[in-house]
Nanobody, 125 residues
Framework: VQLVDSGGGSVQAGASLRLSCAASGRRFSSYSVGWFRQAPGKEREFVGATNWSGDMPFYTDSVKGRFTISRDNAQDTAYLQMHGLKPEDTAVYYC???????????????????WGQGTQVTVSS
C-alpha cells in the first residue's frame, strides 16, 4: 500500500489542523493505521493508532484529549484531527500502516510496514 500524507502547515498556538493519509494500492480497510511525529534532532515518536475499523483509537499521553484519529475506509483515507496545538507539537507527522491488527509493537516504528512521506506541522507561540 502507498501512503500520502497531507494537511500540515504553520499555525499559531491553540489552532487546529487536520492531517490526511491517503492510501492506494491495496484494500485499505484491512490495514491498521498509526500516526507518528519527528521533531528536529529527535527520534520518531508514536502519536496514536487505530485498527482497521477505526474504533478504539489510542494515543500517547501528550496528545490525549486534543488529537483524534479517524478513518474513512470507503475513501481509503485516515485522518489525524489536532486541536489546541502547542509549540511542542511542531514536527514532521507521518502516517503508517500494517496489514491486519495492531501488534505488540504498535507503539514503535517497527510495528508498521508502510509509511507516508510526512507533512510538516509548525506551531508558533
Amino acid at each position: 500500500v502507498q501512503l500520502v500524507d497531507s494537511g500540515g502547515g504553520s499555525v499559531q498556538a491553540g489552532a487546529s489542523l487536520r492531517l490526511s493519509c491517503a492510501a492506494s494500492g491495496r484494500r485499505f480497510s484491512s490495514y491498521s493505521v498509526g500516526w507518528f511525529r519527528q521533531a528536529p534532532g529527535k527520534e520518531r515518536e508514536f502519536v496514536g493508532a487505530t485498527n482497521w475499523s477505526g474504533d478504539m483509537p489510542f494515543y500517547t499521553d501528550s496528545v490525549k484529549g486534543r488529537f483524534t484519529i479517524s478513518r474513512d475506509n470507503a475513501q481509503d483515507t485516515a485522518y489525524l484531527q489536532m486541536h489546541g496545538l502547542k509549540p511542542e507539537d511542531t514536527a514532521v507527522y507521518y502516517c503508517a500502516a500494517r496489514s491486519g491488527p495492531l501488534g505488540t509493537t504498535r507503539l514503535g516504528v517497527s510495528g508498521y510496514d508502510y509509511w507516508g512521506q510526512g507533512t510538516q506541522v509548525t506551531v508558533s507561540s
